[in-house]
Each structure stands twice: as structure tokens, then as C-alpha cells.
């Protein structure tokens, strides 16, 4: 099977603990706090290999967990951070938020990098805690979790030059023949259920991929037969070679009912550069055909550049490559994007949202649930800490002009806190 779509969930690894820990030396009977910083959580990045062209990958591993960061340790040891999960996927692949939409990347070039979920921070060692007035303190905070995002991949082939036509056109054939490309071949419509893609070696020095995309049929771009699945994998492609079965009861009408669909999809489809071929001429009907439709005196206009080939037998093959690469060189050179894409993160949302929740008040805050996470309730410290923040953001005092009491619970994110006057 070809994947051309994948559904994905990464998550940034979680940032490690800082701890509480005090310099312990002979004749040094104060040596202060030192305990040190909790690693940075791993990011999870995808990377472009050139040699991949499907998300086959993905149909057996959805979930990508980056690697947590380690423990803070005594005499001010940050501990180490995590390593990040680079995950590959082929050149031309979208990167989308599941939840929103928002593409978040296009990846098209070779080793082209893009964080998808970035690690947490690692929690605080009780030696950044230290102050005049607090010169011991018995305070450190939890390693922030890391990113989770589900991802929505697709793929756009990246070819030089596509290869498109109805079904049973040749146009498998004609791939294999140009190229090393080696696609399941056969006499009936819909052989091809998935792109192929070749490399023809035009010069010493020179190479050109060419995408079969498999046969489109009338109503495509509304869904009919296989429709969207692969009439995306054309928007890449800068020229299209337009392969017509010879042997058709009606020419003008295949011609026509490509070039309908790939208007009708958009994308500009129907404006890239074509060279049109008619397959088959080997045989005698074939070539009577061309003969009919592209040199008589009342050739339509569009059949004049036709060009009459065999894919069977090798007939005119390497000229159609010729005439589809002087197009291509006609063209201007697209534009290479150098730069690693920036993950379009949200901006820290300060909000707060209160509402009754069984026997008790949901808080909704996205910066309290982060403090919520990275709080040691093991420690009074930071436990008070964590009630100091309540009062100057101002939910307690908002709790309690709702009538919290004693005793009732507050949730914060996945906490359940016991509310005390």
C-alpha cells in the first residue's frame, strides 16, 4: 500500500526535577544550598530524507515521546538534557495541526528540520532559591511535562516532471522505460493505485525525477474513482507529460476530460507546461490515429506538438523526455527555503476561567497549570509559594467571593488541591 496521509501524536520529553541539597564538607559547617537544575526535556523534530517517498512508516508507529531530561544533583549539577526524537519523513511532506488545521510546515528539501513538540523546562534546584533573607532554602520545583501534539501528515510528491493520462494510457510503462522505476504493469484500468517515481539520467552530470500519477477519469476532481488521493501529488510537479492511449474510440474527448479535471482541482494544474503523446503507435490503428489527429490538414490545434510514441516497444520515448526537458529548463529555478521553518507556537495565555465542578471549583489557566506541574508538593516551601501565586493572581480571593469552603476541592489541570483557610 502507498500512505500519502498519516495521523500522528508527538510529545516532548519531560524537563528533570531540580533537587534541595547542601554543601556537606569537613570545616564547613554552613556551605549553603546546592542543589542543581533539572535537563531539558528532548524536542521531538521531524527531518527530511530524500530517499523515503511514502508514509508507509506511519501505518505501524503513531506515537513519537521524545526523551525526558535527567535529575538535578548536589553541588550544582544540572542534570543532563534529553535527547531529541528526530523522525523521518519524505521531501514534499505537510505538517499539520490535527486540532486546528494550521499548517505548521512544508517540508521539500533534504535535511530540512522542524520541531514539532518541544521539550519541557527542567525544574529549579533549591540553589537558585537562595536569598538574604532565605540563605537555606528547602525549596526546588518539578520538571515541566513537554509538548503533545497530534499531527496530521500528507504527502505532495516532489517530481520534475509528471506523467498523467487516463487509465490503461501506458503511462506505467512509459516510466518504467524512461527510468529504473519498476511499477506493477498490466492491460486494464486502475493497474497503477499509487504514484510511482523514476529517475531518468539524462547526461553524465544530470538527472530528472519523473512521478507517474495513476489515471485520472472524468469527475476526479470531484472525488470520483481515485480522485483527490492523487491529483494533489501533481501540484509539485512543474511539467506534465499528457500520455493518450492511441487505440481510443474518442481522442479529443480524453484530451478534454484531463484537462477539465485539472482545472477543475485548481492549484494551477491546468497551466503547468504539457507535452502531449500518443501511445500505442506501434500498432496500426495507433498510428492511424495520429496520422488522423495530429498532421492531417484538420489536426484540432491542441494535437498539432502531438508526439507518437511507444512505451512497449521504445518508439520516440527518449525524444518525448528530450522535448519535456527543454520545458522544464524553460522555466524559472524554483526557490530553495535555506532556513530550518519556525514552529508557529501560541503566546502564553494569562487568562482565568472559574467554574463549579461536582463538590468543587475548576480553575482554568493555562499558566496555573503549568506551576500547578512543576510544583514539589512534597515541600512546604513550595507549597507556600504555590498559595502566594493564588492570592496576587487573584483566584482565592475570586474563590472566595464564591463561597469556597474548608475542605472543597480545587482542580487545576490533573491536580486535586484541598482547599484551607
Not at 122 to 138: D, I, K, L, V
Not at 264 to 284: E, I, R, T
Request: aromatic content about 6%.
Amino acid at each position: 500500500m502507498f500512505y500519502d496521509q498519516a495521523h500522528i501524536t508527538v510529545t516532548g520529553g519531560k524537563g528533570g526535577d531540580g533537587v534541595v541539597s547542601f554543601r556537606r564538607e569537613s570545616m564547613v559547617p554552613r556551605g549553603g544550598p546546592d542543589g542543581g537544575n533539572g535537563g531539558r526535556g528532548g524536542d521531538v523534530v521531524l527531518v527530511v530524507n530524500r530517499h523515503l517517498n511514502t508514509l508507509n512508516a506511519f501505518q505501524y508507529r503513531r506515537l513519537f515521546n521524545a526523551a525526558d531530561g535527567r535529575n538535578g544533583r548536589g553541588k550544582d549539577q544540572t542534570g543532563r538534557s534529553g535527547k531529541d526524537l528526530f523522525v523521518e519523513v519524505p521531501p514534499g511532506t505537510v505538517v499539520r495541526d490535527a486540532s486546528t488545521g494550521a499548517v505548521l510546515g512544508d517540508l521539500t528539501a533534504d535535511d530540512m528540520q522542524l520541531i514539532v513538540a518541544r521539550g519541557g523546562r527542567g525544574g529549579r534546584g533549591n540553589a537558585r532559591f537562595a536569598t538574604p533573607s532565605n540563605q537555606a532554602p528547602q525549596m526546588a520545583e518539578n520538571g515541566a511535562p513537554g509538548e503533545t501534539r497530534e499531527l496530521e501528515l500528507e504527502l505532495k510528491l516532489i517530481a520534475d516532471i509528471g506523467i498523467v493520462g487516463l487509465p490503461n494510457a501506458g503511462k506505467s510503462t512509459l516510466l518504467s522505460v524512461l527510468t529504473a522505476a519498476r511499477p506493477k504493469i498490466g492491460d486494464y484500468p486502475f493497474t497503477t493505485l499509487h504514484p510511482n517515481l523514476g529517475v531518468a539520467q539524462i547526461d553524465a552530470n544530470r538527472t530528472v525525477i519523473l512521478a507517474d500519477i495513476p489515471g485520472l477519469i472524468e469527475g476526479a476532481s470531484e472525488g470520483v474513482g481515485l480522485g483527490h488521493e492523487f491529483l494533489r501529488h501533481i501540484e509539485r510537479t512543474r511539467v506534465l507529460i499528457h500520455v493518450m492511449n492511441g487505440l481510443s474510440d474518442d481522442l479529443p474527448a480524453d484530451y478534454q476530460t484531463i484537462q477539465a479535471e485539472l482545472k477543475a482541482f485548481g492549484h494551477a494544474l491546468d497551466s503547468k507546461p504539457q507535452v502531449l503523446a500518443l501511445n500505442k503507435c506501434d500498432l496500426p490503428d495507433a498510428q492511424a490515429a495520429y496520422d488522423l489527429y495530429c498532421t492531417s490538414e484538420n489536426a484540432p490545434p491542441v494535437f498539432q506538438d502531438c508526439i507518437a510514441i511507444s512505451a512497449a516497444t521504445g518508439m520516440n520515448v527518449q525524444l518525448l523526455l528530450q522535448r519535456a526537458v527543454r520545458l522544464l529548463d524553460q522555466l524559472p529555478t524554483p526557490e530553495v527555503e535555506n532556513s530550518e521553518p519556525e514552529l508557529t507556537l501560541p503566546e502564553d495565555n494569562t487568562s482565568i476561567e472559574i467554574r463549579r465542578e461536582g463538590g468543587g471549583f475548576r480553575v482554568n489557566s493555562p499558566m496555573l497549570i503549568q506551576r500547578v506541574e512543576t510544583t514539589r508538593w512534597d515541600l512546604d516551601e513550595a507549597v507556600q509559594r504555590f498559595q502566594r501565586l493564588l492570592e496576587r493572581s487573584g483566584v482565592a480571593a475570586a474563590l472566595e467571593q464564591r463561597g469556597i469552603k474548608t475542605g472543597d476541592t480545587v482542580y487545576i489541570g490533573d491536580y486535586e488541591l484541598e482547599w484551607t483557610d
